[in-house]
């Protein structure tokens, strides 16, 4: 299509906007229409999926035919059957008359499914029905029926993840995905973002009789870097608030802020709602909470074999099976961002194996000295000779650390600071651990 005929359908319906995506997305809606293939529309809430399917049908030849557009999320479960292919008097209790259902009002005309994956699962396997054979049943009905009804589908949720939870058809889904249409989201579309609100601002200015509103330079930048999860309805309703509420009608940025919600202006990934597995109804898999839970379990995770480890160094391993250990617990240290041959601590990374896995070099911790002290004031104390163990050494993780504790303490006098600084914690935890192993008064 020549750019001028992609225009020209953009002044038909209303629509507003010059990005490349959503130029394809009419692109493919007008290539699609004259048949009469399935369409399946997806794109976030309020994006503007309805406009597409109007396209398809109106460019259709079932352009004269009835067009429907119907939210499957809106319907209850219990009378979406009835609503879309009717029912017979009787057939449940309230059914006192016989009622012809959507299939069999639209036919020959095209039926807009919209939110279809909130559609229950019995309920797809009658739209499958239709689908395959154009034949449905009524509700209390043994008598097939045949309709000839154009479906167009559209979903703000990922289809395929549905499909893998085993709340949508494979079946159906493959056969609603004839041809596919993405709609872009409103924070894709750069400059479109402020051409809508011209639109809008300049449409509430002759419903209330004011006068539009007015973005400066600052106040176009900082509406084109607010994410609009609510999309073009949520735009919309930004333009009406001001046109209705604000005083000054030439508005900067800092005013401008006042009517965007501030947890929402980033651009970063917004986070995954468990409920819809969505992103404001979109398609991820985690809460924030559950995010969270995932960090801090792993954290531990690693923190305890890093524990089992040092411990597993400290009990007399020969330089060779310390090494050894240390490369068969590499991926303890990947993540850990020091430069190669650092001996600061405890480890260095040295060369790759020729396995891949990277090679760690124990090395010696630099002694602390008096003068290193940075201030610290605590005096000083005793610490009696370390008991030796009995001939049998102990294998307890716990009488090891208590060791380990005592043995750094009584290397720098008692000064818990250097101590903890030798161990590789923090004197919190130090602190923590005296009171545990009630050592508090050594």
């Not at 225009?7 to 692109?27: C, E, V």
């Not at 807009?112 to 449905?136: C, K, Y």
Request: proline share 5%; charged share 30%.
């Amino acid at each position: 299509m020549t750019p001028s005929e992609i225009q020209s359908i953009k002044q038909r319906f209303g629509i507003i906007g010059n990005a490349p995506t959503l130029n394809y997305a009419i692109q493919v809606a007008t290539q699609v229409a004259p048949t009469d293939m399935t369409v399946l529309i997806s794109g976030e809430s309020g994006s503007g999926k309805e406009s597409f399917s109007k396209i398809i049908h109106a460019l259709s030849p079932r352009k004269h035919g009835q067009f429907i557009a119907i939210n499957c999320g809106a319907i209850p479960e219990g009378t979406i059957d009835s609503e879309l292919f009717g029912h017979e008097k009787g057939s449940f209790t309230g059914a006192q008359e016989a009622r012809k259902g959507y299939f069999e009002v639209t036919n020959g005309g095209t039926i807009f499914l919209d939110e279809i994956g909130e559609m229950p699962l019995g309920t797809q396997a009658r739209l499958l029905r239709v689908l395959e054979n154009g034949e449905f049943i009524r509700v209390g009905s043994s008598k097939v029926q045949k309709t000839d009804v154009r479906v167009v589908a559209a979903s703000n949720v990922n289809l395929l993840d549905a499909v893998r939870e085993g709340k949508f058809r494979e079946d159906l889904y493959y056969r609603l995905n004839t041809v596919p249409i993405t709609v872009p989201p409103l924070r894709e579309r750069g400059d479109d973002i402020y051409l809508l609100f011209r639109k809008f601002a300049t449409d509430f200015a002759e419903r209330y009789r004011v006068k539009p509103i007015a973005l400066n330079s600052e106040a176009v930048v900082e509406l084109q870097r607010f994410r609009f999860p609510g999309n073009i309805r949520q735009l919309k309703n930004v333009a009406e608030q001001m046109s209705v509420l604000e005083m000054e009608r030439d508005v900067d940025a800092p005013r401008l802020r006042q009517y965007l919600p501030a947890e929402q202006s980033s651009r970063l990934p917004m986070l995954m709602h468990a409920a819809t597995g969505s992103a404001d109804g979109g398609t991820g898999t985690y809460s924030e909470r559950d995010l969270l839970y995932k960090v801090l379990f792993d954290m531990r995770r690693d923190m305890t074999d890093l524990k089992k480890l040092v411990l597993d160094l400290a009990a007399g391993q020969r330089p060779a099976e310390a090494q050894e250990l240390l490369r068969q617990n590499s991926h303890l240290f990947n993540n850990l961002n020091v430069a190669p041959g650092y001996d600061g601590g405890r480890l260095s990374r040295g060369s790759s194996s020729s396995d891949g896995a990277a090679e760690y070099i124990l090395t010696p911790r630099p002694e602390l000295t008096v003068d290193d002290q940075d201030g610290y004031d605590e005096e000083p104390q005793r610490v009696e000779d370390i008991p030796h163990e009995t001939e049998e050494e102990t294998l307890s993780l716990e009488a090891k650390e208590k060791e380990m504790i005592l043995k750094a303490l009584k290397k720098h006098h008692n000064k818990r600071k250097y101590a903890a600084h030798d161990l590789g914690i923090s004197e919190r935890t130090l602190y923590r651990k005296l009171k545990q192993y009630d050592l508090e008064q050594v």
